[in-house]
């Protein structure tokens, strides 16, 4: 089994920063593509930014400007740090990641439990 640990979420004023944080561990031996998604109560979750093993990043035009993604392959870690933080940004925030298990099942989805970012303004 594969799970993925999300932290760094909290209370931040308008304006400022904060960095989530999550790591991928269990019956896995290659993380692909890592994620960040954010989903507001009565909304669809949405993209925030990916990026792959070879470190190509995307992100939607929300973020862009303002939110970084990056990872660690090392220790299977991928980071967003996000600045210039609006209150349009309060949501949960979810990693996810394609992972390829040790049970050699391919490009398994696998989501974190969450982590709450609310913006004060």
């Known amino acids: 089994q594969v799970q993925l640990v999300e932290s760094g979420g909290g209370l931040v004023q308008a304006g400022g920063s904060l960095r989530l944080s999550c790591t991928a561990s269990?019956?896995?031996?290659?993380?692909?593509?890592m994620a960040w998604y954010r989903q507001v109560p009565g909304k669809q979750r949405e993209f925030v930014a990916a990026?792959?093993?070879?470190?190509?990043?995307n992100y939607a035009d929300t973020g862009k400007g303002r939110f970084t993604i990056s990872r660690d392959n090392a220790k299977n870690t991928v980071y967003l740090q996000m600045n210039s933080l609006k209150s349009e940004d309060t949501a949960v925030y979810y990693c996810?990641?394609?992972?390829?298990?040790?049970?050699?099942?391919?490009?398994?989805?696998?989501w974190g439990q969450g982590t709450l970012v609310t913006v004060s303004s």
């Open positions: 996810n990641a394609l992972v390829d298990t040790t049970t050699l099942r391919w490009n398994v989805e696998v």
């Open positions: 269990g019956s896995m031996f290659r993380v692909t593509t």
């Open positions: 990026i792959t093993s070879g470190l190509h990043a």
